[in-house]
């Protein structure tokens, strides 16, 4: 769970793979389709608002812009279940 507010939520083609942004630099991921979400490491960290996210369809390219500039994306490839995204 998150207390964080979140701004933007995207969905791979296969509707069980997604990814959701918001505040404080925010990053979420679900792999079965909403049910449970884990939170994904950024590095360095990042704090800013992200507002959009958005994947190639079948989830391995991702992009998320936010606040101040920031602009994130995936390192590909990363062993499964982990994802990094780089500032």
Request: include cysteine; charged fraction near 20%.
């Amino acid at each position: 769970a998150t207390t964080a507010d979140l701004k933007s939520v995207t969905f791979a083609d296969d509707g069980s793979r997604g990814w959701a942004v918001g505040n404080d630099g925010t990053i979420l991921r679900t792999i079965d389709g909403g049910q449970i979400w884990c939170s994904v490491v950024t590095y360095p960290e990042c704090r800013e608002t992200l507002r959009s996210i958005t994947f190639d369809s079948n989830g391995v390219a991702g992009w998320i812009v936010g606040s101040d500039g920031a602009v994130l994306k995936t390192i590909v490839p990363v062993p499964a279940p982990r994802m990094i995204f780089m500032c």
